[in-house]
């Protein structure tokens, strides 16, 4: 079922079946140096993750992330959503692309359609981010989203501080 389209996408739920896209989304080497391992080493890991991660969040808080399908071939090509982690007081946008498909604008595109859902139809007003220090591509779309950096955060997943960003100052 359709959650968002843009002009060359459509935002999707995940569901179990998608577990080969994930384990490729989790095991590009883009994921790995700027998210982070998930420690996805099987098709049978990323299913776990899509139903201990992924789908729980659709039912408890109503939203998640999305995956990013291609209109033109029907191709998974990443996710972009929200996400309510327990260390954060609000909601947090995330995205991540396979390689193949970087510098196209479909990460943006994704983004843009993603902040006016989380406004217009989750009502939140309040939208954060993190990422890594040295993701500076990462930096720039959540800047370009609106958001802007208010710090660091520590999120159980991550070793290290991660910038907070929000929509608010």
């Not at 099987?42 to 995956?67: C, H, M, Q, V, W």
């Not at 989203?145 to 929000?166: R, V, W």
Request: hydrophobic share 40%; net charge negative.
């Amino acid at each position: 079922m359709s959650i968002l389209e843009t002009k060359r996408l459509t935002l999707e739920k995940f569901e179990l079946s998608d577990a080969k896209f994930v384990f490729e989304l989790l095991t590009a080497p883009n994921w790995l140096e700027n998210i982070g391992d998930r420690g996805i080493r099987t098709i049978k890991d990323a299913e776990n993750f899509i139903k201990d991660r992924l789908l729980p969040g659709y039912s408890k808080y109503g939203f998640g992330f999305y995956k990013m399908i291609l209109k033109s071939s029907g191709e998974s090509i990443g996710f972009c959503g929200f996400i309510k982690r327990d260390e954060l007081e609000f909601p947090d946008v995330g995205y991540s692309i396979l390689p193949q498909f970087e510098r196209h604008g479909y990460t943006w595109e994704a983004l843009e359609a993603t902040m006016r859902y989380g406004y217009e139809v989750l009502k939140f007003n309040t939208i954060l981010g993190v990422t890594d220090e040295n993701n500076i591509v990462s930096q720039y779309l959540l800047e370009k989203a609106g958001l802007h950096l208010i710090g660091k955060t520590k999120i159980a997943i991550e070793e290290e501080e991660l910038l907070l960003y929000s929509n608010k100052e």
